[in-house]
């Protein structure tokens, strides 16, 4: 046995023949292979041969060592990662592993802390370096506004980590939002009074005062007032806003499929509308709108007889 | 009653009917229904000044009696009603209706009906030709048929009805107090309904013949001298002596709820974009709430106030009933009709497909969207427009969670988080809690934002209250302020007025008028300015009451 193990140890061809055919056997299951496989694969190989082999290959960065429900694992790292990792520690590889994984989404160092088990500091030591190497980046996220999130750092990050078009720098756009939610609006007021001055039949003249959202899309893309590409969901969603503004509404049609805009055969017709009344009675009147209106009793310190909201709206 | 409408009501009183009754009517309002002998004890105002102040109020509908509690024998009690009494703010809509409806003569009618509670026929028709004899120029005058007539049409229209009868004898209260078993009301159920009499909306035949009379200034105007000479000689005999009228109010709130939804319609509907700018009248302008106004005309009389929605009308019956000078085509009608029921806010169901397609006009529906979109309208303008997209995101929603709200408003969390808050302080939104885990640990809680239509209207009608009465306490206060001002100028006035009856000399006369100084007339050309200004805000605010009052009541009736 010991005999046999210096052999080998000796014969590096051989060991390189055994590298390249495990490293075969990891491109044919990109999913990673089992100790169990690799020894299917060459009955006669020993143990200690092939943990040999792994292990260089582990050391050079080749092979990635990962652990599931039936034991541990080993998989093809790509070639461009392995060379990024040059010079790096297995602690620093192990972080940049956790933190591929975690894909679009990105990880925050406490998630990253349990899965390595290393030490904050250490942790944090590790993304320092990885980030002055550009191989990672901290992403605010939108949805804690001190919650960093890493990934890999030519990775595009997924909106529920940035809010999509409505966050710059993790701030909501809240501007960007009304100047659009205005636009959307000026633009279905204008398809309705198109509609009006065409005095055509009230149907004809209700129907087209419909836009589907498709059309709108289209229209806020060539005014061109938006840096990021907005897609037909974010004029939905800003639709959706003039909805709860009271000055839009609705409907759903079926539509045929393909048709331009219909998503499940299905589409969405908004329409600028009018309000049903004016401003009520109570709120033109000062006490309608009062901030201290609560506190305020005849003979009390606040007053109908010495109000001063009274007095300017009275001389207005 | 609340605090809020025990005030309101209490400022109404005085001004309306002066300080004794105000105090008598608060009482009452007060204390529940209460006899004589108490009401003089506990307000502590002699028993003469209290049965005139029961008197005033019963006149105007404002307190009724009934046998006591204790059973036969024991005294007969009395008791407010709030509602009248706040009916008060609305009498210049009363008079301003009835002269829309029927021009100078119904609005003197209802004037006068309003100011004195109940009168006979006869002596309403002969005090409204004289006032209007009075206005018109000198050597003219007005037929007592021709007010007799509009009489009549009020009546017709169920604007005007007659009391119900209480007791052989009228007044009802000189006979009310103390007599034991008063064959007053039937027995305790309550006061009898003045429709329950079948000739409630009968005219009786009068026998009256003149004009009315032109008072002359300085000559003391009593009332009998109004008829004719041939008329004198049968003095008070017209033929409908002990018939009282009195103003049918429900009906009155039933125009002003059919006229709210009507121009609801108008403005969803008809109304040219307002950055249109220009006013226009074409032949579809204004179709919409026309075929609403037709619609609600014709199911007057077949559908009953409390209904929910109008009775079922075919399109075939409404497009014989459109006015004439709405020349619309019988397929463009079916598409106004189908536009009306397709609309989100529903003033309009079709229930059917008989007679070219059954429809009703939702009115409870139409109601219930009226108050929503009030409350909206409050929030919009006291918290401004994003804070009323959160609040209408709710509405609409029914239940949200704060990051929910924060994203379907799109609004940053924070500012988000601060509208939500006052709104939740002013008690317009609510927030509930939904444990996952009995121990209602926080982490573990839904927490969830919600608006309760029914509450608030209930809250925003207390707040209209305070906000009238408010309005009333500062007018109370500024003409107070001015009232030596105030009485001067109208010394002034009859001194002026005296000397030109009189044919004094011009020079004369401006010496007078030049008794009021330049910084004085000012002054009251602003103080006119300002009453003017919180009368009408009070009849607006009433606006707003009516809506809500009419909502809340008709959600009672839809969930009895
Ligand atoms: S009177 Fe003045 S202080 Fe009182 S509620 Fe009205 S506006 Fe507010």
Same mark, same amino acid.
């Given at each position: 046995m010991a005999d046999a193990k210096v052999k080998k140890e000796c014969d590096p061809a051989d060991a390189a023949v055994i590298e390249n055919r495990i490293k075969e056997l990891c491109i044919q299951f990109p999913q990673g292979i089992t100790d169990q496989v690799?020894?299917?694969?060459?009955?006669?190989?020993? /143990?200690?041969?092939?943990?040999?082999?792994?292990?260089?290959? *582990?050391?050079?960065?080749?092979?990635?060592? $990962? @652990?599931?429900?039936?034991?541990?694992?080993? @998989?093809?790292?790509?070639?461009?990662?392995?060379?990024?990792?040059?010079?790096?520690?297995?602690?620093?590889?192990?972080?940049?592993?956790?933190?591929?994984?975690?894909?679009?989404?990105?990880?925050?160092? @406490? %998630?990253?802390?349990?899965?390595?088990?290393? /030490? $904050?500091?250490?942790?944090?030591?590790?993304?320092?370096? $990885?980030?002055?190497?550009?191989?990672?980046?901290?992403?605010?996220?939108?949805?804690?506004?001190?919650?960093?999130?890493?990934?890999?750092?030519?990775?595009? /990050?997924?909106?529920?980590?940035?809010?999509?078009?409505?966050?710059?720098?993790? %701030?909501?756009?809240?501007?960007?939002?009304?100047?659009?939610?205005?636009?959307?609006?000026?633009? $279905?007021?204008?398809?309705?009074?198109?509609?009006?001055?065409?005095?055509?039949? /009230?149907?004809?003249? @209700?129907?087209?005062?419909?836009?589907?959202?498709?059309?709108?899309?289209?229209?806020?893309?060539? *005014?061109?007032?938006?840096?990021?590409? *907005?897609?037909?969901?974010?004029i939905e969603t800003i639709l959706n806003t003039l909805i709860y503004d009271g000055k839009v509404e609705m409907t759903i049609i079926a539509a045929k499929e393909g048709t331009v805009g219909s998503v499940d055969g299905q589409m969405k017709l908004f329409r600028g509308v009018n309000p049903i009344i004016q401003p009520t009675g109570l709120v033109k009147t000062p006490c309608g709108l009062c901030p201290v209106f609560d506190e305020c009793h005849e003979g009390g310190e606040i007053s109908p007889s010495r109000c001063i909201y009274m007095t300017e709206w009275l001389n207005f | 009653m609340t605090a809020q409408e025990a005030r309101l009501c209490g400022l109404l009183l005085r001004e309306h009917f002066g300080e004794v009754v105000e105090k008598i009517g608060t009482h009452l309002l007060r204390s529940g229904a209460q006899n004589l002998r108490t009401i003089v004890n506990e307000s502590g105002t002699p028993i003469d000044l209290v049965k005139k102040s029961l008197c005033v109020l019963m006149k105007h509908g404002a307190c009724r009696f009934?046998?006591?509690?204790?059973? =036969?024998?024991?005294?007969?009690?009395?008791?407010?009603?709030?509602?009248?009494?706040?009916?008060?703010?609305?009498?210049?809509?009363?008079?301003?209706?009835?002269?829309?409806?029927?021009?100078?003569?119904?609005?003197?009618?209802?004037?006068?009906?309003?100011?004195?509670?109940?009168?006979?026929?006869?002596?309403?028709?002969?005090?409204?030709?004289?006032?209007?004899?009075?206005?018109?120029?000198?050597?003219?005058?007005?037929?007592?048929?021709?007010?007799?007539?509009?009489?009549?049409?009020?009546?017709?229209?169920?604007?005007?009805?007659?009391? =119900? =009868?209480?007791?052989?004898?009228?007044?009802?209260?000189?006979?009310?107090?103390?007599?034991?078993?008063?064959?007053?009301?039937?027995?305790?159920?309550?006061?009898?309904? =003045?429709?329950?009499?079948?000739?409630?909306?009968?005219?009786?035949?009068?026998?009256?013949?003149?004009?009315?009379?032109?008072?002359?200034?300085?000559?003391?105007?009593?009332l009998d001298q109004g008829t004719t000479k041939k008329a004198k000689t049968d003095l008070q005999t017209h033929g409908d002596e002990g018939i009282y009228w009195q103003v049918n109010f429900e009906r009155f709130h039933l125009h002003f709820r059919d006229q709210t939804i009507i121009s609801a319609v108008a403005s969803k509907l008809d109304q040219a974009w307002e950055s249109l700018g220009t006013s226009r009248f074409d032949s579809d302008y204004e179709t919409s709430s026309e075929i609403v106004r037709t619609m609600l005309r014709m199911s007057e009389v077949t559908t009953t106030p409390s209904a929910s929605c109008t009775q079922a009308l075919s399109a075939n019956e409404v497009f014989r009933s459109l006015p004439a000078n709405y020349s619309i085509s019988r397929p463009i009608l079916d598409q106004y009709l189908t536009l009306l029921v397709d609309d989100p806010m529903e003033f309009v169901g079709k229930t059917g497909d008989s007679g070219g397609g059954m429809y009703v006009v939702n009115l409870h529906k139409a109601l219930t969207n009226l108050a929503r979109a009030t409350l909206e309208s409050v929030v919009q303008e006291k918290f401004g427009s994003r804070s009323a997209r959160i609040f209408r995101l709710l509405l609409r929603k029914r239940h949200l969670e704060q990051k929910q709200v924060e994203d379907f408003a799109m609004i940053p969390a924070k500012e988000a988080k601060d509208m939500l808050y006052t709104l939740m302080s002013e008690n317009l939104v609510l927030l509930q809690e939904l444990p996952k885990t009995p121990d209602h640990a926080p982490s573990r809680t839904f927490y969830l934002y919600t608006v309760n239509q029914l509450a608030t209207a209930r809250m925003l009608l207390q707040h209209c209250y305070k906000a009238v009465a408010n309005l009333i306490d500062r007018r109370l206060f500024q003409t107070k302020e001015s009232k030596r001002l105030l009485e001067k100028s109208q010394r002034i006035e009859a001194i002026m007025a005296s000397l030109q009856a009189s044919g004094a000399e011009p020079e004369q006369l401006t010496e007078v008028e030049e008794m009021i100084s330049a910084p004085e007339k000012q002054q009251l050309e602003s103080l006119r300015h300002h009453i003017n200004k919180l009368d009408s805000a009070e009849n607006q605010v009433d606006e707003t009451i009516f809506l809500l009052k009419s909502y809340v009541a008709s959600t009672a009736r839809i969930t009895r």
């Open positions: 690799i020894q299917n694969d060459m009955p006669h190989l020993e /143990p200690t041969q092939r943990a040999m082999v792994i292990n260089k290959l *582990l050391s050079v960065g080749q092979l990635d060592l $990962l @652990r599931n429900s039936s034991g541990l694992l080993y @998989r093809m790292k790509d070639a461009q990662s392995a060379s990024k990792m040059k010079g790096s520690d297995n602690q620093e590889k192990l972080v940049y592993q956790i933190i591929e994984d975690a894909g679009n989404k990105g990880i925050w160092t @406490r %998630d990253m802390r349990f899965k390595s088990n290393l /030490p $904050l500091t250490e942790v944090n030591k590790i993304l320092k370096n $990885l980030e002055s190497k550009k191989l990672i980046k901290a992403v605010k996220s939108v949805a804690a506004s001190k919650k960093k999130v890493y990934m890999l750092y030519n990775v595009q /990050p997924d909106r529920s980590v940035t809010g999509g078009a409505w966050y710059s720098d993790q %701030d909501f756009e809240s501007e960007f939002v009304e100047v659009l939610n205005q636009q959307c609006f000026k633009f $279905l007021q204008s398809k309705a009074e198109v509609a009006r001055d065409s005095k055509q039949s /009230p149907m004809i003249q @209700r129907n087209s005062s419909f836009a589907t959202s498709h059309e709108v899309w289209k229209y806020i893309c060539e *005014l061109g007032i938006s840096k990021v590409d *907005l897609s037909m969901e974010d | 009934s046998i006591g509690r204790k059973g =036969p024998g024991s005294p007969v009690e009395y008791q407010a009603s709030c509602e009248r009494i706040l009916g008060i703010l609305r009498y210049p809509r009363y008079i301003y209706t009835a002269k829309t409806l029927y021009s100078d003569t119904g609005e003197l009618i209802i004037e006068e009906l309003l100011q004195r509670g109940h009168m006979t026929m006869s002596s309403i028709v002969k005090m409204v030709a004289d006032r209007l004899t009075h206005n018109m120029e000198e050597g003219r005058s007005i037929e007592y048929n021709e007010v007799v007539s509009t009489f009549s049409k009020l009546v017709e229209t169920h604007f005007l009805q007659r009391c =119900p =009868p209480v007791s052989e004898v009228v007044p009802p209260v000189s006979t009310a107090p103390t007599v034991p078993g008063a064959p007053a009301a039937p027995v305790s159920t309550g006061p009898p309904t =003045p429709e329950s009499f079948s000739d409630c909306y009968l005219v009786p035949s009068v026998s009256l013949a003149g004009r009315g009379k032109r008072r002359r200034s300085g000559e003391d105007v009593v």
